[in-house]
């Protein structure tokens, strides 16, 4: 490469209302809650990656396992076109967030969910929980109550319990998460891509128009989380009992569910805690799969907006 000229020393930039002190003033760490253009600090230091589309009453979104925010592209651009403020954050150790060794457990999911809202000042909000963004959803409400919260939707999500217990008979064994923890330390890229061709978004059932734009965008997401983080999530999303988190739900909520999801059966699922949440609406989808946000994102497009709208 040439060599250029150089230019002018860049120039020192201060904050607002604040006075330079010399050559040893250096700008300080983000304290917690502190935000930034696109990051917000919790407690721990860890640095949450979040997006804050358009105006309006606020849609909060918690995504799924190994993925980030950009799951949720399609409702978040529907909804904020049509009048909604739409925020969604990376989970520690997923997307473009910071990976912490610690923390990748579904208490601290649900208070980095809390920090998000308290740092955007978010109030009367819907929440909006994917998989194991449903149980993240779950365990914010029961650990920091409906005071921020107007309506609550889980959607193809975790709760109640996946893991097969004698109090829970219609859960999965736990030898298949097991097995997915042996896959991720094996080569967790296969794996990513094994399940997005396969289970996740029903590719693997006969007649099934394979996207094969779907099956990347899922593997880049899950590539981008970290290691440590992605397989302690597996426990996080599998073994942790929400039943007396969906107890305290005292909002409108919204259950919806594919009938063909291979990944979260609904029987142990999404039949339970439409049971287990007082006067909640259930929706099936036919044949559908558990990644339904992508392949059926016009019709929950539209039941999140009627959702939304309704009293």
């Excluded at 909002?251 to 059966?265: E, R, Y």
Aim: charged share 20%.
């Amino acid at each position: 490469m040439g060599s250029a000229e150089p230019g002018p020393p860049p120039k020192k930039i201060t904050r607002p209302g604040k006075k330079r002190r010399g050559a040893r003033h250096r700008e300080q760490m983000p304290v917690t809650g502190e935000k930034t253009m696109t990051t917000i600090t919790t407690r721990d230091g860890t640095s949450l990656y979040y997006k804050d589309w358009g105006s309006g009453p606020a849609v909060v979104f918690s995504h799924g396992w190994p993925l980030s925010s950009d799951s949720w592209e399609a409702q978040m651009l529907f909804l904020a076109e049509r009048g909604y403020r739409v925020i969604a954050h990376d989970r520690r150790g997923h997307g473009r967030s910071s990976q912490p060794w610690q923390g990748n457990d579904m208490n601290t999911y649900a208070d980095d969910l809390a920090t998000v809202l308290e740092t955007l000042d978010v109030r009367g909000a819907t929440l909006v929980g994917f998989s194991t963004g449903g149980g993240e959803v779950a365990r914010y409400i029961g650990r920091h109550g409906t005071a921020r919260v107007k309506k609550a939707a889980l959607i193809g999500a975790v709760p109640p319990l996946m893991l097969k217990t004698p109090q829970n008979p219609h859960g999965t064994p736990k030898e298949v998460f097991d097995g997915l923890r042996a896959a991720s330390l094996a080569d967790r890229s296969q794996l990513y891509r094994d399940l997005a061709s396969g289970p996740f978004f029903g590719f693997n059932r006969p007649g099934a128009a394979v996207s094969q734009g779907m099956v990347d965008s899922f593997w880049l997401q899950g590539m981008q989380s970290g290691h440590k983080n992605a397989y302690d999530c597996i426990a996080a999303f599998s073994e942790t009992d929400l039943t007396a988190d969906l107890a305290k739900f005292d909002v409108p909520t919204l259950v919806v569910h594919g009938d063909d999801d291979q990944i979260v059966p609904i029987a142990a699922s999404a039949e339970l805690s439409a049971k287990l949440v007082k006067g909640a609406t259930l929706k099936v989808y036919a044949g559908a799969p558990h990644g339904l946000t992508d392949t059926h994102k016009s019709r929950l497009n539209e039941d999140l907006l009627a959702f939304l709208r309704s009293p």
